[in-house]
Nanobody, 119 residues
Framework: VQLVESGGGSVQPGGSLTLSCSASGSIFSIDDMGWYRQVPGKQRELVAIRTSDGSTNYGETVKGRFTISRVDAMNMVHLQMSSLKSDDTAVYYC??????????????WGQGTQVTVSS
């Protein structure tokens, strides 16, 4: 299963940006789909995850500012980011877990998209 991200870029503090991720391949179902981020020298951290039953889980530092949504029919997930801060600067990775058409489990990562928040 392949994941392709889009929507990264540069924005000023306080601005907004939306990331999108599309999954393709022999997909039977996707359980969890969401976003992580990483800065050099630090561990990859959870940004937001949305499960197939609609539950969401956000990282503490983004609660109230970021919103995750899924379009299950298109195997897509979006991350609306607002009130961006310089600390949000990172490479954002899309992640998905589920089952392939042959009923084998999969866990895939996208290639990452850079988000830079700077004045």
């Amino acid at each position: 299963v392949q994941l392709v991200e889009s929507g990264g870029g540069s924005v000023q503090p306080g601005g907004s940006l939306t990331l999108s991720c599309s999954a393709s391949g022999s997909i039977f179902s996707i359980d969890d789909m969401g976003w992580y981020r990483q800065v050099p020298g630090k561990q990859r951290e959870l940004v937001a995850i949305r499960t197939s039953d609609g539950s969401t889980n956000y990282g503490e530092t983004v609660k109230g500012r970021f919103t995750i949504s899924r379009v299950d029919a298109m195997n897509m997930v979006h991350l609306q980011m607002s009130s961006l801060k310089s600390d949000d600067t990172a490479v954002y990775y899309c992640n998905a877990r589920g089952y392939e058409s042959n009923r084998r489990t999969f866990a895939s990562w996208g290639q990452g998209t850079q988000v830079t928040v700077s004045s």
